[in-house]
Each structure stands twice: as structure tokens, then as C-alpha cells.
């Protein structure tokens, strides 16, 4: 899985990145068919903006794309919000998928009618 980390407005450090990468990575866990996460750091340098840092995912799996944004006073709240959005996504898209799989009849089990 690559997790990019990109910035609008902020220079990147190094303690960001490694902080957004180990936050977002631990999504991993939860689905093991993650392909690439893409996090894009905004700051909004109005200062009469409340929540100047914006924090947005693109979590791309096999056929699917989920997309999360988040807004906060700091970039390490924002990331800590976004990666709990950005669990609960994946988990409610693993279990969406996981009860399609298994309501689907085989050919084997399901009953005819006419028998």
C-alpha cells in the first residue's frame, strides 16, 4: 500500500508526514485490499477562518474509491479525525461487501421449485 502525503499552502515537514503515514496506515489492518491512500494538507491563511487546516483522503481499494475531509484548528487534529473517518469508511465498506458475499446462492444450494 503507498501512502502519498501532498500540501496546499503548508511546507510538509518531516514529523507531518511520518505522523499522517502512521495514523492512516494503521487503516490497513482493518482491510487488507487497500491499494493507495492519498492525503492532501490544506491551511487556509485567513485569519478569520475558525478551522484552517483541512485534511482530505482519497482511499483507493480494488474497484472503489473512498473520500474523506475533515477540518480542524491543527494539522495533527485534523489527522487524528481523519484516520477515525477514514477506519469507520473502510470497516463499513468491508462489512457492506462481506454481507453481499455471502447472501449470493450457489448453484449447488439453491432450491428449485419444481422439485
Request: aromatic residues 4%; contains cysteine.
Given at each position: ?18 505522523y ?5 496506515g ?38 472503489d474509491?473512498?473520500r ?40 449447488r444450494t439453491?432450491v428449485?421449485?419444481?422439485?
Amino acid at each position: 500500500m503507498h501512502i502519498h502525503v501532498n500540501g496546499r499552502n503548508v511546507e510538509i515537514t518531516d514529523a507531518i508526514k511520518a505522523y499522517a503515514k502512521e495514523k492512516l496506515g494503521k487503516v490497513s489492518a482493518h482491510y487488507d485490499q487497500i491499494q493507495a491512500i492519498d492525503i492532501i494538507l490544506t491551511v487556509i491563511k485567513n485569519p478569520s477562518v475558525p478551522d484552517s487546516h483541512i485534511a482530505e483522503v482519497n482511499c483507493k481499494l480494488l474497484g472503489d474509491m473512498i473520500r474523506v475531509e475533515e477540518k480542524a484548528e491543527s494539522m495533527y487534529a485534523t489527522i487524528d479525525l481523519i484516520s477515525d473517518k477514514l477506519e469507520r469508511q473502510v470497516r463499513k465498506y468491508k462489512e457492506k461487501n462481506a454481507k453481499a458475499k455471502n447472501n449470493t446462492e450457489s448453484i449447488r444450494t439453491a432450491v428449485n421449485p419444481d422439485e
